[in-house]
């Protein structure tokens, strides 16, 4: 009999500061939360280790950089061994061979993976064979991410679920906490004005520019209404796209009514002050930030693309835009700028749909039945 609680390993050795690292020490802390021993393994100074410091997480480092790092992998099977893990739980791919080394090692410890990218590869080689092989369960964030694995790497589709990340919609994710909250004035917009928000990287893929060009098709109609792209640039070419977005703001006349503000960490207070939040991402394998804005009960439009659809109701939270149609996302944009009482029904709706799809206890309780579905597997 699987004892009550499970004692896990949530790993991953990627240095990368996006969602995929930030959920590992989000469902650590819920795991614990909810009575489940458990560890943070990650490489020293990146996000995931900083984040576990920050909430006070069990967390070891690693070395792994590579598919097979002798040292780490023994070091890691002493690791499992002297604290009794039942199973380990990876957040990236390219661990997998080590993880599965060590376990091996450590007398046969199952190993959980959580696919949080859509690929574009095929990789049906006798490397990715034997890994797969050898991977109990395959978690996909999405059912787009989940045919995507079953299509790539050779893995039958029954052993992939889809589990939807999960957000804090209590103490974090919650409206009544940011009531009192506006931040026009550091944003630069005048009290009480409407704001039209965009979150994420001033990067081409995000489409930012999609999103300025919409609004400046419907500036005209909408005179009291702001737009503010929060987020900031990273690298050259991020730079050379946000300045050429800055100099597109002065060429349209619209440098009273558009914001950067840069990058934020108050994101719910962000969302709370917007009115409406718009995505023009050429593909998501999910979109965490329009469903942290339906958590502040904030409608949202989002392109017809990637995982999306998956998260947007159209009519209901929000409306989905032909991404090869930018008139049509004005179109959306118009409907919604215009109308408050549909633009508060949609919000309220939004933070219902988050409560029954996007709720962080509910993703760490199917991630808990997933690990007790492959220890009882094992016992057979």
Known sequence: MISESIRNLQIISSPGVGGREIDVPVLARKLIAQGHPTWVM???????DRLSAEWDLPCEPTGMHWYFDPKD????????????????????SRDLSNLILAAGLAGRIPVVLT??????????????????????????????????????VCVARERVVTIYNGIELANQWNPELTQQVDLRPEFGVPPGKPVLGY???LNRGKGPHMILAAFARVAAAFPEWHLVLVGKAVGESETKYAKKLKTEVFTQGLESRV??????????????????LANASEFESLGMVMVEAMAMERPVI????????????????????????PQDLSDKLKKLMGDTALRTAMGKKG????????????????????????LQKQKR
């Open 199 to 201: 979150v994420g990287r």
């Open 73 to 92: 992998v023994l070091g890691l099977a002493r690791f499992l061994k002297a604290n009794k893990i039942q199973i380990i739980h990876s957040h990236w």
């Open 259 to 276: 914001h950067f503000p840069g990058y934020r960490t108050d994101m719910p207070a962000v969302m709370h002050t917007f009115d409406l």
């Open 302 to 325: 989002g392109p017809n693309t990637g995982g999306v659809p998956e998260i947007i109701e159209p009519g209901v939270c929000g409306e989905l835009f032909n991404y090869t149609d």
């Open 42 to 48: 990650c490489r020293p100074n990146t996000l995931v």
């Open 115 to 152: 696919k949080h990218v859509y690929s574009t590869e095929i990789k049906r080689d006798i490397f990715h064979d034997w890994v797969y092989r050898h991977t109990d369960r395959v978690i996909a964030i999405s059912d787009l991410v989940a045919d995507n694995i079953a299509a790539t």
């Open 351 to 374: 933070r219902e749909i988050v409560l029954r799809k996007f709720n962080l206890d509910l993703m760490a309780e199917q991630v808990v039945t997933v690990f007790r579905d492959v």
